[in-house]
Each structure stands twice: as structure tokens, then as C-alpha cells.
């Protein structure tokens, strides 16, 4: 079965460094998402992108966030200065965005900053 | 008032018990409704979704949706311990296609 992979599956850092979370969409799925968890909280949407561009944003995705797909495949988001309150759960999800657009989640990438 | 209420539990329920988990919202736009489950540590992965008010059966697992009353459900019946998850409500507007997620029931099934 398909699946959404994010790399790396853990990451620390130290406040105020940058950090690139990388996300392999499923293959013919058009819509690419990053939400975030922190633990104990729910999940909140942060961006989707769609064509090559951000389609949707939350408040949370400040200018902080930014996210890429650099080649035909990957789709990033980066951090830059992270804060403390940063660390959390980061999820990709991909959808084909149609119907209820259904949407595939990797397994995550946590974040910890120190 | 946030859009959508979910009791975050725990619930804690016997082997073979029949779970109900629910959910409110407070958004009328709302027209796809959605079950994720997710294990610890991992990403929700679909259950189930609904379209319109009524019921859908998917083996163990059945959606309800009373759009009347913004509220709904999912029932586990024949309850195993590999249910022990977190079940999540999610839901799109007819005018966006993100899904806004409830917080989670964790659910713990004992043997």
C-alpha cells in the first residue's frame, strides 16, 4: 500500500538553529499538507501546497515556516530559528484533493528543541 | 467556542465491550466528517468517512452523523486491546478541503 515516508524520524536542536523536515508525498497524489502536534494537543494544520504553491495557511505558519518542493518528488518544511515551543510532532500528509479528500499521513518527524 | 469538541478521555473499557466515541462542531459548512486512528507515536491513519447524516458500517466500526444536532459518532463494537489508540474526529467545509481535526479520545481497551 502506498505510503506518505518523512525523514528524519527524530531530530533535537538547539533554539535558534534551522531545521529541514522532509516528507515523500504518495506518487499521484496532488495536494502536499504539514501539520503539527504538539504532545497532548491536537492536530493543527499549518500549510498545504498545491501546483508548486502554497495553497493554504494557518496563523501558525508565520514567516518562520517556509516550505519546498525541490525536486519531483520531496516536499520540505523549514524552521528557522526554532524555539523552544516548536518542538512537536510534524506530520505530511498528501491527498489526491478530491471527494472528501482523504488524506494519507507519514508517521512523523519529532522535533525537540533545546 | 472551538469548531470541533472532542473529549480527549481516556476511556478505558473491557475486552468485547462496545465503545462510543463522539464528537460536536460547531460549524454548519461541515459536510465530509472522517475517523483517523493513531497509535502512539505515529500518524493517524483513516478509518471511515461520511458525507451526509445517517449511518455507515465498516465491519467492527460504525459512523454516524446527525447533522441536526452537529454531532458525531463513531461505534466500535466486539471492543479488542489492539483498539487502544487515539480516535480522532475530523471535518471539511463544502468551501475548503483541510480537514480541522477534534483533539482526540484516547481509548484504552484491557484484556
Known amino acids: 500500500e502506498p505510503e506518505v515516508t518523512q525523514t528524519p524520524s527524530h531530530q533535537v536542536t538547539q533554539m535558534g538553529q534551522e531545521v529541514i523536515l522532509r516528507c515523500v508525498p504518495i506518487?499521484?497524489?496532488?495536494?502536499f499538507y504539514w501539520y503539527r502536534q504538539i504532545l497532548g494537543q491536537k492536530v493543527e494544520f499549518l500549510v498545504s501546497?498545491?501546483?508548486?504553491?502554497?495553497?493554504?495557511k494557518s496563523e501558525i505558519f508565520d514567516d518562520q515556516f517556509s516550505v519546498e518542493r525541490p525536486d519531483g518528488s520531496n516536499f520540505t518544511l523549514k524552521i528557522r530559528s526554532t524555539k523552544l515551543e516548536d518542538s512537536a510532532m510534524y506530520f505530511c500528509a498528501s491527498s489526491q484533493g478530491t471527494g472528501a479528500n482523504v488524506l494519507t499521513f507519514g508517521a512523523g518527524s519529532r522535533l525537540t528543541v533545546l | 467556542q472551538k469548531e470541533v469538541e472532542q473529549d480527549p478521555g481516556p476511556l478505558s473499557v473491557p475486552e468485547g465491550a462496545i465503545v462510543s466515541l463522539n464528537c460536536t462542531y460547531s460549524?454548519?459548512?461541515?459536510?465530509?466528517f472522517m475517523w483517523y486512528r493513531q497509535y502512539s507515536r505515529k500518524g493517524p491513519e483513516l478509518l471511515m468517512y461520511t458525507y451526509s447524516s445517517g449511518n455507515k458500517e465498516d465491519g467492527r466500526f460504525t459512523a454516524q452523523v446527525d447533522k441536526s444536532s452537529k454531532y458525531i459518532s463513531l461505534f466500535i463494537r466486539d471492543s479488542q486491546p489492539s483498539d487502544s489508540a487515539t480516535y480522532l474526529c475530523a471535518m471539511i467545509s463544502g468551501g475548503s478541503y483541510i480537514p480541522t481535526f477534534g483533539r482526540g479520545t484516547s481509548l484504552i481497551v484491557h484484556p
Open positions: 506518487s499521484n497524489h496532488l495536494y
Open positions: 501546497f498545491y501546483n508548486n504553491e502554497i495553497s493554504e
Open positions: 460549524n454548519s459548512a461541515f459536510q465530509y
